[in-house]
């Protein structure tokens, strides 16, 4: 710990894909980043049969590598002991948290199967259980932490299935629910300086993606050809934590392609697209409170 730097994030579900993205990118930044995952070397997670590449240990090496300071934790985000321990350390180790981001969630290999969600397995509605109770958790145990500080930003992957059809109910609950997660505890961090943003993600380039567009080539391949490096994200959510104007931008539901234009960022010297017009902005959260 003592080589590594100040500023401290915490990524959950890391090991590959949009997770390791956010998290190599937060390094780039030159954070000091907790790359979190069911297991440390873990590479059990297969796609149409084809086990993916990918561990925290091999995220927390790429983060480190990226300029910043990668510590891997192997942390279930479902069991609340495991995440009530991984905050513990954060304290014990850093004294600190600027940064949490949600990421963890079960992805079944059959999620964009054709057909009605009753023609496929039911383990699908597993992502609700992992994927939003996973966020509350790491929320929960993190709020203390980010508001001692004064300042801080909790940060979900979302996507536009919380506002459309999108690969069937259980997806659109999850992504929908981590949304409503953002909304409400952005009004129980009001005055603290801590922000709680959800972020409506394009297409990424990661392994799932590219295996889902050689199988489904006719759906997938313009999603492929609009993909953006899921790094990019660690850095929209790394000027988001440092923007002087974040607090008056928590409790929305934000889309990073308009976040990256906010911020002058681009893919190979292009804007990134926007899919509001197509698939719809995101909801507005009624005013009213009821304790």
């Not at 934590?241 to 911020?263: H, K, N």
Request: a neutral charge; one cysteine or more; glycine letters at 12%.
């Amino acid at each position: 710990m003592a080589d590594c730097v100040p500023r401290v994030a915490v990524v959950t579900g890391a090991s590959r894909g949009v997770g390791r993205g956010i998290a190599v990118g937060l390094g780039q930044c030159g954070m000091t980043v907790y790359v979190t995952g069911r297991g440390e070397g873990q590479r059990g997670a297969t796609l149409f049969g084809q086990p993916l590449p990918g561990a925290i240990d091999e995220t927390a090496q790429a983060v480190t590598a990226a300029g910043g300071c990668g510590i891997a934790v192997v942390c279930d985000a479902s069991d609340p002991k495991q995440v009530e321990a991984l905050f513990r350390r954060v304290r014990r180790e850093s004294g600190r948290l600027d940064i949490l981001h949600n990421n963890a969630t079960f992805i079944h290999e059959r999620l964009v199967d054709p057909g009605p969600f009753w023609s496929k397995p039911v383990e699908l509605g597993d992502i609700i259980e992992v994927g939003l109770r996973s966020a509350y958790l790491a929320s929960y145990y993190a709020a203390p932490l980010l508001v001692e500080g004064g300042r801080g930003l909790v940060t979900f992957s979302s996507s536009f299935g919380g506002n459309c059809y999108m690969h069937g109910p259980a997806y659109g609950a999850q992504k929908a629910g981590v949304d409503k997660l953002a909304a409400d505890m952005a009004v129980d961090f009001e005055g603290t300086g801590v922000a709680a943003i959800s972020l409506w993600l394009g297409a990424q380039r990661t392994d799932r993606l590219a295996r889902v567009a050689e199988r489904m080539p006719e759906l997938w391949s313009q999603y492929r050809e609009q993909a953006e490096p899921p790094e990019l994200n660690g850095h929209i959510i790394y000027r988001l934590a440092t923007d002087p104007e974040v607090v008056a931008l928590s409790g929305q539901v934000l889309i990073t392609a308009e976040l990256a234009a906010r911020y002058g960022f681009t893919v190979d010297g292009r804007p990134l697209i926007s899919h509001r017009a197509t698939l719809g902005p995101p909801r507005t959260q009624n005013p009213a409170r009821v304790q």
